[in-house]
């Protein structure tokens, strides 16, 4: 499993969107990107997360950044989910896991003792050259996006 850290080339891919859209990594060098990793739609701290993202999006594109959320949801399941929340962050569909595998984010889970694999709740910060700027590994939702954000005005 790729354990990237900063100062990487980020994996570059290709997803598509809510909305009907498709995002490219490489479409977006000249930026900064978030890439926030979820495990999936409408569940309370995945709901928390993308809610606080979209709150700060004016304060994050004045950072010269651009927020994108991933899990291996369906664009449908994403387009429900950003209309109930009034959602703004772009959410992209890695159904076939790759991009999360890519980043290491798919890993063995264990809830209550029972173990499954699932997708790792993190963040990577990618900077405008496009290389690894920071990266935050099993987040918790409270005041993470406020952290990103003074990492993006960094």
Same mark, same amino acid.
């Given at each position: 499993m790729p354990d990237i850290q900063p100062g990487q080339e980020a994996p570059d891919f290709t997803l598509p969107t809510n909305g009907g859209g498709e995002v490219s990594l490489r479409d977006m060098r000249g930026k900064q990107v978030v890439l926030y990793f979820y495990p999936r739609d409408d569940t309370p701290g995945c709901t928390k997360e993308a809610i606080a993202f979209t709150e700060h999006l004016d304060a994050f594109r *004045?950072?010269? @950044? *651009?927020?994108?959320?991933?899990?291996?949801?369906?664009? @449908?399941?994403?387009d429900k989910f950003a209309a109930k929340h009034e959602l703004?962050?772009?959410? @992209?569909?890695?159904? /076939?896991?790759?991009?999360? *595998?890519?980043?290491?984010?798919?890993? /063995?889970?264990?809830?209550?003792?029972?173990?499954?694999?699932?997708?790792? &709740?993190?963040?990577?910060?990618? +900077? +405008?050259?496009?290389?690894?700027?920071?990266?935050? &590994?099993?987040?918790?939702?409270?005041?993470?996006?406020? +952290?990103?954000?003074?990492? +993006? &005005?960094?």
């Open positions: *004045e950072a010269g @950044a *651009e927020i994108v959320g991933i899990s291996k949801d369906t664009v @449908a399941k994403h703004g962050v772009t959410l @992209a569909s890695d159904a /076939e896991g790759s991009v999360c *595998e890519d980043y290491g984010v798919w890993v /063995e889970k264990n809830m209550y003792g029972k173990k499954s694999m699932g997708i790792e &709740r993190a963040t990577f910060l990618i +900077a +405008a050259d496009g290389t690894v700027k920071q990266v935050w &590994r099993k987040v918790k939702v409270p005041g993470h996006a406020e +952290a990103v954000l003074e990492a +993006a &005005r960094a």
